[in-house]
């Protein structure tokens, strides 16, 4: 369009001269008539640039461009003011090209697009896929979901299965099984066991129905099209779900411990309580045996109750290991495809999302995420938390030094600037760095914005509106270039794997001093399974299960952790 108007323009200019020297023709009565060689190449000149004109706007006119680039267009975030780390051809080819909002496939086609709007439109604000979901994984998908419309709340074969819940016994094989999560812990735990849930459903052919509990209908879309993942309110034992425990009758590991597990179809049971939370037993851990395995497939409800990521233990039972390997080629991207397909905030969190990074972060050249979570006992700001946060984040080149000496450092290039997004419970030290970056200019030159969205003191994991800032800033971090973590903290996890980032990971200080090196380079963008089993079921003795097979190693910030990693030949 720009070319177009300067075209127009072009010819108002050639007009101009045309009446003008006309003008000075009629004005002159006593000129004699016949040729005159300056009016002959007067109108000569004119002639030629009138036909220059021409052929420039029949070459423009030539290939107009379609309807459906305009339409394209409509669904593409043409300008932020400033644009994510690259190079200029970079910036100015991702202007015009459209973003794929089904993620390569992951995304299934053909929901509503109002109701759910970061479903289709979170593609504006993300980048790309770290990398392609596989064929395996997205046929799977899309047979889940047929498995699920089948099976959903309120169908015939959910009523059907339902019936033998009631009666307490098994009554023969069902077309439909289900496992049923109990939603449980803060809702970083909640969003990394739904995703461990979510895949042993799919390994398992099972159905995935979800207990909203107080608030994941309000923070959450559905992720399915046309049936609902969420637990009718009606379901028997949800009444039960609170008392769950170890202790519980239903419960598989007590079970066990009791020898009253049978094979006997006659005698089995409708449905097993899986505990699985971070004070599991020996019993408990069986669960990730295949020999248990067998047993449970056999169950028509598995109830589960966790506040652990528990992937990284599928990955060393046998019965698992190709189809795993079939979903996700590369290992370190479970989660983020996972997270990308089933977590999408509800317009009232989107509102919260978009708004904050209009506003703060989408003009920055970059944009940088320090999340912080203090296990200290006490009432922060912590100097030495402070001095952690600082050493990793100019060490590792995050953010530039300060200068002392002068007031102001002038630069004839444009001044390049950073956002940093910072979350923590507590206000201190956001507003310390804040202090920092304002009171003294940078080394390079270049202009630190340090944000923050809010500062809740302390969790609050009941609270409706303390969920969803936790929710919308989460997300926030996800949308950085670059991410600080803190160890422990499954909500940097969250952030790290739906961002496909690996992240810097603060270091846990001890007694009360920052650690030196003070962060250290994650070697996967994978969660960590803080409370895994360390045993051989084949030879029933415990083993280190961080050295059994090279893709599940120990954590960086948790010694005993597993998790996921990809290049481990280069670890």
Not at 184 to 200: E, K, P, Q, W
Not at 436 to 457: A, C, D, L, M, N
Not at 534 to 562: N, Q
Request: charged share 20%; hydrophobic share 35%; proline share 6%.
């Amino acid at each position: 369009m720009k070319r177009l108007k300067k075209n127009q323009d072009d010819d108002n200019d050639i007009a101009r001269p045309q009446n003008s020297e006309t003008h000075i023709f009629l004005r002159d009565p006593d000129r004699k008539s016949g040729p005159n060689p300056m009016k002959l190449m007067g109108i000569l000149v004119v002639c030629l640039m009138v036909i220059s004109v021409l052929f420039s706007v029949s070459v423009v006119l030539k290939d107009p461009p379609s309807d459906n680039v305009w339409k394209a267009s409509s669904e593409t975030r043409f300008v932020h003011v400033g644009t994510k780390k690259g190079s200029e051809d970079d910036a100015f080819l991702s202007i015009g090209a459209p973003k794929d909002k089904l993620l390569n496939g992951l995304i299934s086609a053909g929901f509503d697009e109002g109701s759910c709007l970061s479903r289709y439109h979170s593609v504006e604000y993300h980048k790309e896929l770290s990398h392609k979901p596989s064929s395996y994984l997205i046929s799977r998908l899309r047979k889940y979901e047929a498995l699920h419309k089948q099976c959903g709340p309120y169908t015939e074969s959910y009523n059907k299965t339902l019936e033998q819940l009631k009666s307490g016994h098994y009554t023969g094989p069902s077309e439909c099984n289900y496992v049923v999560w109990i939603s449980y812990s803060g809702l970083g735990n909640r969003i990394l066991t739904l995703a461990s849930a979510f895949l042993y459903a799919l390994l398992t052919n099972r159905v995935l129905l979800v207990d909203p509990g107080v608030d994941v209908a309000d923070l959450f879309c559905e992720p399915f099209p046309e049936v609902s993942w969420f637990l009718p309110p009606d379901f028997p034992l949800k009444n039960q779900f609170n008392s769950f425990n170890q202790e519980s009758p239903q419960c598989y590991g007590k079970m066990l411990k009791n020898n009253t597990i049978t094979n006997s179809k006659r005698l089995l049971p409708s449905s097993v309580y899986l505990h699985l939370a971070h004070d599991y037993n020996d019993h408990d851990k069986l669960f990730f045996c295949d020999e248990d395995q067998t047993f449970l497939q056999k169950v028509p409800w598995l109830i589960v109750k966790t506040d652990n990521y528990f992937i990284p233990s599928l990955y060393l039972m046998p019965s698992f290991e190709q189809e795993l390997s079939n979903l996700f080629p590369n290992k370190e991207t479970v989660f983020h495809f996972l997270g990308r397909y089933l977590f999408h905030p509800t317009n009232q969190v989107w509102g919260l999302i978009t708004r904050y990074y209009e506003a703060y972060l989408a003009k920055a050249d970059e944009r940088i995420g320090i999340q912080i979570r203090v296990f200290d006992t006490g009432t922060g700001p912590f100097q030495h938390v402070l001095d952690q946060i600082l050493a990793c984040t100019t060490k590792e080149n995050l953010l530039p030094e300060i200068n002392k000496q002068q007031h102001i450092i002038s630069s004839s290039r444009i001044q390049k600037s950073k956002a940093v997004l910072m979350t923590s419970l507590n206000s201190g030290y956001f507003e310390k760095v804040r202090d920092i970056y304002w009171e003294h200019p940078t080394v390079t030159g270049e202009v630190i914005g340090i944000f923050q969205p809010s500062h809740e003191e302390y969790q609050q994991t009941e609270k409706q509106v303390h969920n969803r800032k936790a929710w919308a800033e989460m997300y926030l971090l996800s949308l950085t270039d670059m991410l600080v973590t803190s160890s422990w903290s499954t909500f940097g996890y969250v952030a790290q794997g739906l961002g496909g980032l690996r992240p810097w990971i603060l270091d846990k200080p001890e007694n009360r001093t920052a650690p030196d090196p003070p962060c250290r380079r994650a070697m996967s963008m994978e969660p960590c399974f803080h409370a895994p089993p360390f045993y051989d079921c084949k030879a029933k003795v415990g083993i280190d299960t961080g050295k059994v097979v090279p893709h599940v190693r120990h954590c960086e910030d948790m010694s005993w952790g597993l998790k996921l990693v990809d290049h481990y030949d280069k670890l």
